[in-house]
């Protein structure tokens, strides 16, 4: 061998290159699981709604949707933890397809908070008042849809 130096300098070179079209992969495998964590997150969500919005029409009785206001508020609180939301896991790094989280998420992270927050506190509201059995217990969602969600694609 001539010059061992160049070429222990093409293995590493090699070596790197490999490794980088490799992590690739890897950081989109990673995003896809935290993208599954938050829609399993919106699915107790949704089901919980479902239930709320049966007690309300009297199809549901008062036991059904106070435990569905506590999942409700159990899931909203888990859904605002930042390691769900890591960086470039939001529309438009994530194909519209497999996401409808908005990349603002992260760049008005304390908004977002306090949309969830704000969300949760509702469903403890509705819960006291759906114990006592008197008054109307309202409940909504849909303070972070508008400015956190994009629209569904197929």
Not at 8 to 32: K, R, T, Y
Not at 97 to 104: D, E, F
Request: proline fraction near 3%; charged fraction near 30%; glycine fraction near 6%.
């Amino acid at each position: 061998m001539r010059n061992p130096v160049k070429y222990i300098l093409g293995i590493v070179a090699f070596a790197f290159a490999l490794n980088a079209f490799d992590s690739a992969p890897v950081l989109a495998d990673e995003h896809m699981i935290v993208i599954k964590e938050r829609k399993a997150l919106m699915k107790k969500v949704v089901k919980a709604t479902r239930i709320i919005k049966k007690y309300k029409k009297g199809k549901a009785s008062a036991n059904e949707a106070i435990a569905a206001a506590k999942a409700l508020r159990k899931a909203m609180n888990a859904s605002i933890d930042k390691r769900l939301y890591p960086k470039n896991s939001t529309r438009p790094d994530v194909s519209a397809k497999k996401t409808r989280a908005k990349a603002n998420i992260l760049s008005e992270w304390e908004a977002f908070v306090e949309a969830g927050k704000k969300s949760a506190k509702l469903a403890s509201k509705f819960i006291e008042v759906a114990k006592v059995g008197q008054g109307e217990a309202k409940f909504a969602c849909g303070g972070c849809h508008k400015p956190y969600r994009g629209k569904k694609v197929r």
